[in-house]
């Protein structure tokens, strides 16, 4: 350690960062792993948040473990590393910690900026959290419109799905369901190509139903191969 910290400087925390982003560009990923490891031991902010993407999304031959993943983001995202706000929310929904997620995931949209890649996934991911905790929740329409109109396809077919069904705050709306399906099937969303043909199976128009069966079906989307087969038949 003397002898690298002449290299690098006296920190052995932004040492030990340093030389794991040296093997992360030799991709060394044995040694990039060990030395986030040191540099989280003396409390690195930066390596704990990398090591939260390595074991969430289980990299480098570790162990996918959202418990670890979440330990070490938990640490970077508390001591203000606006990067991991987002990631953090995300694993803890997946854990059914809602009220831990609701925070974190309101911080991201915070901090992120609406240009940010992760700004509409998390209003997703905020409208799915209010979801599982009551599906009456008009914050459940909120988030989800939000996104929607930022142009998530996801989103939309979900904004169709609450019209339709008539939850999340909103009452059922076939013309509205409808409206936001097709917004996202024109934008190429496989599963909203196949609500639409679903919609026109159900309304007994086969040849309405077809053509959006059929670009469903070339996506590989099975209900709508289903459908798709049963069209063919009644013609």
């Known amino acids: 350690m003397k002898f690298v910290s002449a290299i690098y400087g006296d920190n052995i925390s932004d040492i030990a960062y340093k030389i794991a982003c040296d ?42 473990s959202n418990e670890r993943a979440i330990e070490y983001l938990e640490m970077a995202a508390n ?11 995300h694993l803890l929904s997946k854990v059914e910690r809602y009220d831990d997620a609701e925070k974190w995931l309101k911080l991201a949209l915070e901090h992120l900026g609406s240009e940010h890649p992760d700004y509409t996934e998390a209003l997703i991911l905020l409208g799915d959290l209010y979801y599982e ?8 329409y909120e988030y989800h ?6 142009g998530s396809s ?9 019209y339709e069904d008539g939850i999340g705050g909103v009452d059922q709306d076939e013309n509205q369901s409808l409206y936001w399906y097709k917004s996202a099937a024109n934008d190429g969303y496989a599963p909203a190509q196949c609500s639409v043909g679903r919609y026109y199976f159900d309304k007994h128009d086969d040849g309405m139903a077809i053509p959006w069966l059929q670009r469903a079906v070339e996506q590989e989307v099975i209900r709508a191969k289903v459908l798709y087969s049963l069209c063919l038949i009644q013609i």
Do not use: M, T
């Open 79 to 89: 001591a203000n590393f606006v990067g991991a706000y987002f990631r953090l929310g």
């Open 145 to 150: 419109h939000k996104a929607a109109i930022r």
């Open 23 to 64: 093997y992360r560009i030799k991709e060394n990923s044995e040694q990039n792993l060990r030395w986030h490891n040191i540099a989280y031991k003396y409390g690195n902010i930066d390596s704990a948040f990398e090591l939260g993407l390595i074991y969430s999304d289980g990299l480098y031959g570790v162990e996918q």
């Open 154 to 162: 996801l989103a939309k077919c979900k904004l169709g799905l609450l």
């Open 133 to 140: 905790k009551d599906q009456n929740d008009p914050k459940v």
